[in-house]
């Protein structure tokens, strides 16, 4: 077994060839094929994975614990929906609202070579109880 088929394996990703079509004798009506249907909805851990979701700790993240906020650094193109998710699941909580911004990417110099450090997404999540938070 290769390593590209192990990998797909534990990614979940089907490694078995494309079912050929099959053809209608004469005589008897085709059947329609059945399509399957694929779901957006993800698996909210899977997702909060995927989304590189974890939480921020700073002195302002601090303070607005205080008024049920929490607040992590998520994939930058993260939907609102998906960062809910990603936190109910994740931290065991039920969240009431989320305001997200944009961290633009920010010049690094290195000696003589100029880079830019990454981009990022910060989203501040109101929860209904932050005493029920938990971390993991």
């Known amino acids: ?3 590209l ?5 534990i990614l979940g990703r089907d490694t078995s060839s494309p ?3 099959t053809v209608a004798k004469k005589g008897t009506p085709a059947k329609p094929a059945k399509k ?3 779901t957006k909805v993800q698996s909210a851990a899977i997702l909060a994975g995927k989304l590189n979701l974890h939480m ?3 002195e302002k993240s601090l303070r607005l614990h ?3 906020t929490v607040v992590v650094k998520v994939h930058p193109r993260a939907t609102k929906h998906q960062i809910m998710q990603a936190v109910a699941e ?3 909580v039920t969240p009431v609202s989320v305001r997200s ?3 633009q990417p920010r010049r690094r110099n290195r000696g003589g070579v100029v880079g830019f450090a990454s981009a990022y997404k910060k989203a501040y999540v109101k929860v209904s109880d932050i005493n029920k938070l938990q971390e993991v």
Request: proline letters at 0%.
């Open 90 to 92: 994740k931290y065991g």
């Open 66 to 68: 205080d008024q049920d």
């Open 19 to 21: 079912k050929k079509k």
């Open 56 to 58: 921020v700790i700073t």
């Open 101 to 103: 911004l944009h961290g």
């Open 36 to 38: 399957s249907k694929k």
């Open 5 to 9: 088929s192990v990998s797909r394996k």
């Open 1 to 3: 077994m290769s390593l």
